[in-house]
């Protein structure tokens, strides 16, 4: 009978032990559980963060690209300019010495 009685203890004590022991392993899993979804959640906070930063970047290269793209078109016209003038002052030059040559003409009559 004390036999009995002592297993019986034993066994109430094992069950004890074992139900400590899932209880302990459910706290460990919900604590994983918690963990994992703070890490999913991190990782779409940082794509999302990469995301905006790739179009930040997008943008800024984009506006570069368009002010480059302006830059070269008002260099185009600033030779342009440049190129008239110079034509113009070739023009006044020759003007000037046809000019000259004529009132030269002129004064030897």
């Keep these: 009978c004390w036999v009995d009685r002592g297993e019986a203890r034993e066994q109430r004590l094992a069950v004890w032990r074992l139900r400590e022991e899932k209880e302990s392993l459910e706290a460990v899993r919900r ?17 999302e963060t990469e995301r905006e930063q790739v179009q930040l970047l997008d943008e800024e290269i984009s506006k570069r690209l368009e002010l480059e793209k302006i830059l070269a078109m008002e260099e185009r016209r ?4 440049q ?3 110079k034509e113009t002052e070739d023009e006044f030059r020759r003007a000037k010495q046809t000019l000259s040559t004529r009132v030269a003409q002129a004064q030897a009559v």
């Design 83 to 85: 190129h008239s003038v």
């Design 78 to 81: 600033l030779e342009e300019q």
């Design 31 to 47: 604590l994983v559980s918690k963990i994992r979804l703070k890490i999913s959640a991190a990782k779409r906070e940082k794509d």
